[in-house]
């Protein structure tokens, strides 16, 4: 299994970028998508998860603001992120927990981190 992820660029306060993460491989099903970012200096924090069934939890700095969102027929999960705030600046990373098509066991996978950076 591997983890594709694109999107992260450099905007400024205000601007949109759209992060996502695919998976390939032996899949036979993903549970939990999800995202989480580090920034420099601190540890690394959940941003959105949302469930095989469309259930989404946000953290309280990015409600309002961000979107996660997951096609289960593409293996794929998407953070559209509105609004961005010179905080919000951080490597990115996706966490998927995937059952394997040999198995059916579920791991936890997680992604290349993606930089996020909005100037102010």
């Known amino acids: 299994v591997q983890l594709q992820a694109s999107g992260g660029g450099s905007v400024q306060t205000g601007g949109s970028l759209t992060l996502a993460c695919a998976g390939s491989g032996s899949i036979f099903s993903i549970n939990q998508m999800g995202w989480f970012r580090q920034a420099p200096g601190k540890q690394r924090e959940l941003v959105a998860v949302?469930?095989?069934?469309?259930?989404?939890t946000y953290a309280q700095p990015v409600k309002g603001r961000f979107n996660i969102s997951r096609d289960n027929a593409k293996n794929t999960v998407w953070l559209q992120m509105n609004a961005l705030k010179p905080e919000d600046t951080a490597v990115y990373f996706c966490?998927?927990?995937?059952?394997?098509?040999?198995?059916?066991?579920?791991?936890?996978?997680w992604g290349p981190g993606t930089q996020v950076t909005v100037s102010s």
């Open positions: 949302i469930t095989s069934g469309g259930r989404t």
């Open positions: 966490n998927l927990y995937i059952a394997g098509s040999y198995d059916r066991q579920t791991e936890n996978y």
